[in-house]
């Protein structure tokens, strides 16, 4: 009787070590979707003023700017264990399987973010000229990235 207690006592733990586990997974998940939606909150008006669809305001280009940059810089390790693909969780993300086996080449992709949104953040209050450039580089590292490791659809 006392083996069997301690069996069933063992599969119960097992059991909600799994479901912890997949709970830790599908939050690490929801969490880079949500820190990339903050990112795109404060991408997307710099991006309708260089496209003069809002007016330029320097302090508020600036602002959202510096804003990205910190968030580029946060530690976001976290947001992405393995088995939280695409082919793992259909439905739930974008992210491709192969990110995980071309890790060290990802990394590259998320330094130039990096490098290119503290430029932006440097460059952005000074003008729409200054603006655009500095996009334009977020941009292609962002979409450089993308293509490569995010599907078009969940």
């Given at each position: ?144 990235c993308?293509?490569?490791?995010r599907?078009?659809?969940?």
């Amino acid at each position: 009787m006392k083996m069997f207690k301690i069996l069933v006592i063992s599969l119960a733990l097992c059991s909600m070590q799994n479901v912890a586990h997949a709970d830790a997974i599908n939050d690490a998940i929801k969490a880079r979707i949500s820190f990339y939606q903050v990112a795109k909150h404060y991408f997307v008006p710099l991006a309708a003023m260089a496209k003069g669809d809002i007016e330029y305001n320097a302090e508020q280009a600036k602002l959202n700017a510096k804003i990205i940059e910190t968030l580029s810089q946060m530690n976001t390790d976290s947001m992405w264990p393995e088995k939280s693909s695409k082919t793992d969780r259909p439905g739930q993300t974008r992210a491709l399987a192969k990110i995980w086996s071309e890790y060290d080449a990802a990394l590259v992709k998320l330094k130039n973010w990096k490098d290119t949104s503290t430029v932006l953040a440097k460059t952005a209050g000074n003008g729409l000229d200054e603006l655009r450039k500095g996009l334009s580089a977020v941009n292609k590292a962002c979409t450089a990235c993308h293509d490569t490791y995010r599907a078009e659809k969940f």
